[in-house]
């Protein structure tokens, strides 16, 4: 089925250890996403990519690498992993045209612990 | 990208329309407004957007003021199942990429 495809679903981490959260798209979309989200707050942009090889900062990217080799994948590195970290991640796609505007698909969320 | 603003909760009754408001008074020529919303803890769903045309899906309508100050969408005939926290976020067009959410609007649709 088409859409964006995160994984693993769950994950619980040692502080200090590192992981790469992976985030794959079959929709030959351009733009991805990586966003994080806290108990009750709403989503914060981590980094984002608007093609293969081009990769940016959003709003909270310390402590969180990215790379985009391929137009289908955007994986999420942690490095060392901080309790601070402790969220659920979601990833997104869309279409990146010259002009007009595209509707994003998110992925259902990686659950990370922190311990 | 323009700052929007909604209110933090509302409550609407089973069937009826539910309208839920949102301000980008420094909305600038080329950004879209677009609304998104989130079941429980699932990612979020794409429900519409437009640019200054009012829009209609079969999800919602999207009603855009003419000065494109303020925008409201509504969903017909809501039901339980489209109790959610709602966002509206104004991004712009083509590859300026970046879509940044606010706190959104927590709709509770009660029986």
């Known amino acids: 089925n088409a859409g964006v495809t995160q994984t693993p679903k769950f994950q619980v981490l040692k502080t200090g250890q590192s992981m790469t959260l992976q985030c794959a798209q079959d929709m030959n979309h351009e733009y991805m996403s990586w966003y994080r989200q806290d108990p009750g707050m709403g989503l914060r942009l981590i980094h984002y990519s608007v093609g293969a090889g081009i990769t940016d900062q959003g709003e909270v990217p310390n402590g969180y690498n990215v790379s985009r080799s391929t137009t289908e994948d955007f994986p999420l590195r942690l490095l060392s992993a901080a309790p601070s970290q402790t969220s659920v991640y979601f990833c997104?796609?869309?279409?990146?045209?010259?002009?007009?505007?595209?509707?994003?698909?998110f992925g259902s969320g990686t659950r990370l612990t922190v311990v | 990208d323009a700052k929007t603003t909604q209110p933090p909760s509302m409550d609407c009754a089973e069937g009826r329309a539910a309208n839920l408001p949102c301000n980008h008074s420094t909305i600038s020529g080329n950004e879209y407004v677009y609304w998104y919303r989130q079941i429980h803890s699932q990612g979020p769903q794409y429900i519409i957007h437009?640019?200054?045309n009012n829009e209609t899906n079969e999800m919602a309508s999207l009603i855009i003021t003419e000065d494109r100050k303020s925008s409201t969408l509504i969903l017909p005939h809501a039901t339980l199942r489209d109790t959610a926290v709602y966002y509206c976020i104004v991004r712009g067009s083509g590859n300026t990429g970046k879509l940044i959410f606010g706190q959104g609007t927590t709709l509770q649709v009660k029986p």
């Open positions: 997104a796609s869309s279409y990146s045209p010259a002009t007009g505007s595209y509707g994003y698909t």
């Open positions: 437009g640019l200054k």
